[in-house]
């Protein structure tokens, strides 16, 4: 027997009010994902169904950069231009989240883009905003999840800092603890920002880091070893 979040995919295509409707008394389901983590949001995505869209993300507080299990974010469906700046400029999607493979939702379109003219429009746009095939400026995600240091943004980052996955951190010595969670939280205040991407917010970013490293340093009354991968 099909389950809630599986009836009410198969209706964001055909029946979004109805899927609305029922969310109304059942909020929970907003966020709730199949087997495979696609959720709502990916088929209201995947369909241009804008209002189911930008209802989830802010009436029931949908992450618009909610990932299924092979790490891809509503943005990957976007099959109409329409929708992918629905999701960036009204909803402030991540154009540069990759998923487990590594792809970025314009390499994606661009791979996709035999499939129908939506899927080139989408790519253009999407390689346009990331400032040209996803390397462009430096993302939350490319700070938070990143296994190295190859971000071309200027100014380059403190000597003593190592981005690593999930966290953001100075390389401790054996035996202590990482950095105070505080450092995470400041940086996604900054990636929330809309002028993120700009020059002014990468410039922001890395004096942030280097402030945090700083204080870190002389907390600690002592040189950090140099622990950027490259």
Known sequence: MPSQID????LVSDNPQHVLT???????????ADFSGYTLAHAAASYNQLDLLRTLVRTYNVSVNIQDSDGETP??????????KCLVEELGADV?????EGVSAA?????????????????????????????GGVSLSDV???????????????????????TMQEAPLEGEEGPDPEIRRRIEELAAREDFQTDEGQKEL??????????????NGREVRRRIEE
């Open 7 to 10: 009836t009410l995919l198969r």
């Open 22 to 32: 029922h969310l109304a008394s059942h909020p929970e389901i907003a966020s709730t």
């Open 75 to 84: 943005l990957f469906a976007a099959e109409t231009l329409a929708t992918a």
């Open 96 to 100: 540069n989240v990759r998923n487990q």
């Open 107 to 135: 390499e994606n379109a661009r791979e996709n883009e035999e499939d129908g003219s939506g899927w080139a429009e989408v790519a253009t746009y999407l390689e346009e905003k990331s400032g040209g095939n996803g390397e």
């Open 144 to 166: 938070l999840n990143a296994d190295t240091a190859d971000m071309h943004a200027p100014p380059p980052l403190p000597p003593n800092v190592k981005i690593n996955m999930g």
């Open 206 to 219: 890395h004096d942030l880091i280097a402030q945090v490293v700083g204080g870190m340093s002389e907390e």
